[in-house]
Every structure is written in C-alpha cells, then in structure tokens.
T-cell receptor, first 109, second 114 residues
Framework: GQSLEQPSEVTAVEGAIVQINCTYQ??????LSWYQQHDGGAPTFLSY????GLEETGRFSSFLSRSDSYGYLLLQELQMKDSASYFC??????????FGKGTRLSVIA | GAGVSQSPSNKVTEKGKDVELRCDPI?????LYWYRQSLGQGLEFLIY????????KSGLPSDRFSAERTGGSVSTLTIQRTQQEDSAVYLC????????????FGPGTRLTVL
C-alpha cells in the first residue's frame, strides 16, 4: 500500500521560514506533489518533485530525497495569507494521487 | 480560460434520498477525479476517469456510490440512499493525461445529510 505522514499542525511567525515535512511509503514511486488549501477553498497545486533535490518557485521551495522517502515544503518570508492547510501527495505507478492528511499552518504576527 | 466547475455548491438532503453531483472539467483535460473531504481531514480518493478507459473505482466506499462521465467531459457522481456519514465536501479535479501530478480542483459540493 501507500501512505504519507506529515505533521498535523505547524505555527510560525510572520516573516519567518517554515518547513513542512512529509515521509512516505510506496513502491514504484514517481513523484511527490504539494497542494495548498485555504479554509473553505479548493486545493491548488504548488509544486512537484520527481527527482532528488530542491525545486524553487518564488517564496516556496520543495525538496525530495528518494533514498530517504522524504520530502519537505519550505515557505520563506511567511505572510499571513500563507495560513492554510498543506498536503503532500504521492504518485506511484498508474494509481491516482494519494494525499496526506494535511498540515495546518498558522502564521502569527 | 474557465476552471473546473461543480454544481450544486451546497446540497442538503434527507437520509435515504439519492443525490447527484456534477463536475465540468477544464476543456481538453482527459483525466477527471472525484475526492471526498470530511471536515479537517485529507482528501479521500473516490474514482478516476481517463479518456475512454474503464474508470478506476477502487476508492468508492460502497455500492451506493457510482459515477459516470459522458462524452469524455462532464461527470456525475451519484450517491444512493444517502447516510449521515456521507456528509462531506465532494471535490472534482481534472488534469492533462501527462501531468496528473498537477490537478486542478473545482470549488466542491458541500453535502449535508440530515
């Protein structure tokens, strides 16, 4: 089977940096995606890592280590609007994405 | 262009009634997915359509749930004899066949079963 683990909640200060970790178990791994979901909103795609290393998109970066079955999302220069839930999602084989339970990020002043 | 649309946005029904939820994917997206999200929880995969292939129904929780996709575009998720535990937000997403790591979600249908 497939499974993902991520922290349920994280709190960070406005302007700071926060890292949201995701560990996974699967076979036939293709890649790890990250999605953001604001309360009452739809999930929106942030990033995708198929290869080891860091992918940067503005203030957001995502990292993958296939050998460690581990990835993280890094948010820099945190803003209040970054308060949301963040989901890692696994792609393996021909199966649809499997989503983690989500990490609720609270940004405080 | 237009994103994924879903209707209705909210649906309140009585236990035992049937409901139909509709999803209009982004034009040109051949992959379509249905998920269920309970309050404060992650996304639970329900069913996946890809082109004219047989759908992947492995996530449907019971035989009360069914879905179809007509003409490779619009999809309808049907829940028969609804139960209170079916109350959730039902999300539809679509993607290009080559990029199903990047899915585009609709706003969801909030279903409440009384």
């Amino acid at each position: 089977g497939q499974s993902l683990e991520q922290p349920s909640e994280v709190t960070a200060v406005e302007g700071a940096i926060v890292q949201i970790n995701c560990t996974y178990q699967t076979s036939g791994f293709y890649g790890l995606s990250w999605y953001q979901q604001h309360d009452g909103g739809a999930p929106t795609f942030l990033s995708y890592n198929a290869l080891d290393g860091l992918e940067e998109t503005g203030r957001f970066s995502s990292f993958l280590s296939r050998s460690d079955s581990y990835g993280y999302l890094l948010l820099q220069e945190l803003q209040m609007k970054d308060s949301a839930s963040y989901f890692c999602a696994l792609r393996s084989g021909n199966t649809p994405l499997v989503f983690g339970k989500g990490t609720r990020l609270s940004v405080i002043a | 262009g237009a994103g994924v649309s879903q209707s209705p946005s909210n649906k309140v029904t009585e236990k035992g009634k049937d409901v139909e939820l509709r999803c209009d994917p982004i034009s040109g997206h051949t992959a379509l997915y249905w998920y269920r999200q309970s309050l404060g929880q992650g996304l639970e995969f329900l069913i996946y359509f890809q082109g004219n292939s047989a759908p992947d129904k492995s996530g449907l929780p019971s035989d009360r749930f069914s879905a179809e996709r007509t003409g490779g575009s619009v999809s309808t998720l049907t829940i028969q004899r609804t139960q209170q535990e079916d109350s959730a937000v039902y999300l539809c997403a679509s993607s290009l066949v080559t990029q199903y790591n990047e899915q585009f979600f609709g706003p969801g249908t909030r279903l409440t079963v009384l």
